[in-house]
């Protein structure tokens, strides 16, 4: 398999957790919670803005949520890790699968049939 | 910038809201709720599991980790292309803000000093 | 203690846990994981609706809100009630500490004061 | 409507949005991201516990447990107020439901039947 950016985030991932002693609080539970936790946390930062004010992050709103992403990605890679799946032809595939559940023709202007994508 | 899997999805994610006219459900705020729920979607198939059960799912529970795994990496791709961060630089300064905030031989084998990474 | 609504409850999600053998998947883990997920089952109703939409929910969406809504309250109680917190109390002193971080004075018309209650 | 313990709670978080002008922070979407924030924050302090961890909660873990449990339940009773769903009857309704779809001489002892109550 050829690197790619996620292969290479994991490659790190684990041999920081390796590096510290820490493989042992990453079960797939642990994982899946922390994971849960960042997105919360990013979410936390759009909470109370209101759609203009999150159109228009300021700098110091636009580096926390560069952090929590990054925090997201991370625990999102470390899982697919440890429970050995590939998040990069998962993604891939789902990609495919909403394109044959949404074909354009059908659900364009259709907010009715808007649910998820 | 080099095309990149991340971008390559980004692309594809913005052409496929294009194409339905979907681009206005697109908020940031709308986003990161869709993406705080996929990973609770994905918390939901462990949360009644113990760690064994967990660490040996079988190949339907493997399927849908998959695709909310997924889901998840979908909606922080496409969040990341509405607020315009890099989620790949983003990434890679998190992974060298943990390695300096964590130092090995000071935190290997403390759960003391285990907190996130 | 005098018997109120929330006590109540978890005496009918104890009874209920103990007659169909479920306390063994009652832990503290499982318990905060299954809170989360049904929070994020009630924010999924809300995630694609506009202010205006989420302001006029109509008859099926109200059912489905009052329905998640439920389970919330319902982990909330089995959850205080398995860690012996109590929630009442808990409750009435988070509304004691936020009257003295917020005082009405202070922060009226404040947006830059806003964060949390 | 005699007064309950969660009405007493929406009357006074009511005021105290009033008195700071907090109100139009107080949007059912809002309301619902918060919720789900604070739930998140409520299993952030159990995701590297290990089981036994979690069932043993120390002085300070257990404060910091109560605070975010009453978090989730004042922004969990100011959001029916909003919406204007009881609470309380929503409740009861669900654990009706509940003792319909999971009879107790059906699922005792099967772990398969489990799924959430």
């Known amino acids: ?5 996620i292969s290479t985030l994991q490659l ?3 041999e920081f957790a390796q590096a510290r002693d820490w493989e042992k609080f990453h079960s797939p539970k642990n994982l899946v919670m922390a994971l849960t936790v960042e997105a919360a946390e990013l979410q936390e930062i759009f909470q109370w803005l209101n759609e203009s004010q999150a159109a228009a992050l300021d700098a110091i709103q636009r ?8 925090d997201v990605l991370l ?6 890790d440890v429970v050995k ?33």
Chains 1, 2, 3, 4 share one sequence.
Do not use: H
């Not at 580096?63 to 929590?68: C, H, L, N, P, W």
């Not at 625990?75 to 697919?80: D, S, T, V």
């Not at 590939?86 to 364009?108: G, H, I, S, T, W």
């Open 1 to 5: 398999m050829p690197e790619t950016f």
């Open 85 to 117: 799946i590939d998040l990069q032809q998962a993604a891939l595939a789902k990609l495919q699968r909403n394109a044959e559940k949404y074909p354009a023709d059908a659900v364009r202007g259709s907010a009715a049939k808007y649910s998820d994508y």
């Open 63 to 70: 580096e926390r949520v560069a952090e929590e992403m990054a």
């Open 75 to 80: 625990y999102l890679c470390r899982l697919a």
């Open 12 to 14: 790190r991932l684990r």
